[in-house]
Antibody, heavy 118, light 111 residues
Framework: QVQLVESGGGVVQPGRSLRLSCAAS????????MHWVRQAPGKGLEWVAF????????YHAASVQGRFTISRDDSRNTLYLQMSSLSAEDTALYYC???????????WGQGTLVTVSS | QPVLTQSSSASASPGSSVKLTCTLS???????IAWHQQQPGKAPRFLMK???????TKGTGVPDRFSGSSSGADRYLTIANLQSEDEGDYYC?????????FGGGTKLTVL
């Protein structure tokens, strides 16, 4: 079955950088686009970024554009999110999700918590 | 870009049915949406997609008690024979021009 396991979260100071990872298994990773979605404490879901199956197309939400970069390594079946210039507003649980065209986010990981605090 | 509007809360008794609504903004009434369930303290789970013509396609393992429908700009999630484990937050989602958007979510309480 599809399994998505995020890692890399933690406490980071404002202005610093952090890289999140998402290890995928149970499906042919290279055939699917992937997303990052975040959820601030007590709040709703916010889409963050998408990368196409071949890595050629990358889209980021306006709130993270220029600071966050999504990438993938198909040889490792791993999705990444490089985050820089972090602020308190980036504090959230970050989920990776598998994309299916016409369906949206069809499988979700358990999330990794990022806390931006001095 | 479309905007998705959901009621903030809903409640119903065990064994009864509840119908949650997600409304698409003007000019986007034909869009397909997806419903996700988030039980307390857990990750979201894809439930189904609902198309503008009312058809719905459920995810793997989603019980028959869950169904979807559509009317105009409204997309519905109906849960029959409510169980305690149905309590949680329900989000709708859509996509447009390489952007994905979520509604604010409806908190369902099973009384």
């Amino acid at each position: 079955q599809v399994q998505l396991v995020e890692s890399g979260g933690g406490v980071v100071q404002p202005g610093r950088s952090l890289r999140l990872s998402c290890a995928a298994s149970g499906f042919t990773f290279r055939n699917y686009g992937m997303h990052w979605v975040r959820q601030a404490p007590g709040k709703g879901l916010e889409w963050v970024a998408f990368i196409s199956y071949d890595g050629r197309n990358k889209y980021h939400a306006a709130s993270v554009q220029g600071r966050f970069t999504i990438s993938r390594d198909d040889s490792r079946n791993t999705l990444y999110l490089q985050m820089s210039s972090l602020s308190a507003e980036d504090t959230a649980l970050y989920y990776c999700a598998k994309h299916q065209s016409g369906y949206g986010h069809v499988n979700w990981g358990q999330g990794t918590l990022v806390t931006v605090s001095s | 870009q479309p905007v998705l509007t959901q009621s903030s809360s809903a409640s119903a008794s065990p064994g009864s049915s509840v119908k949650l609504t997600c409304t698409l903004s003007s000019g986007h009434s034909s869009y397909t949406i997806a419903w996700h369930q988030q039980q307390p303290g857990k990750a979201p789970r894809f439930l189904m997609k609902v198309e503008g013509n009312g058809s719905h396609t459920k995810g793997t393992g989603v019980p028959d008690r869950f169904s979807g429908s559509s009317s105009g700009a409204d997309r519905y999630l109906t849960i029959a024979n409510l169980q305690s484990e149905d309590e949680g937050d329900y989000y709708c989602e859509t996509w447009d021009n390489d952007t994905w958007l979520f509604g604010g979510g409806t908190k369902l309480t099973v009384l």
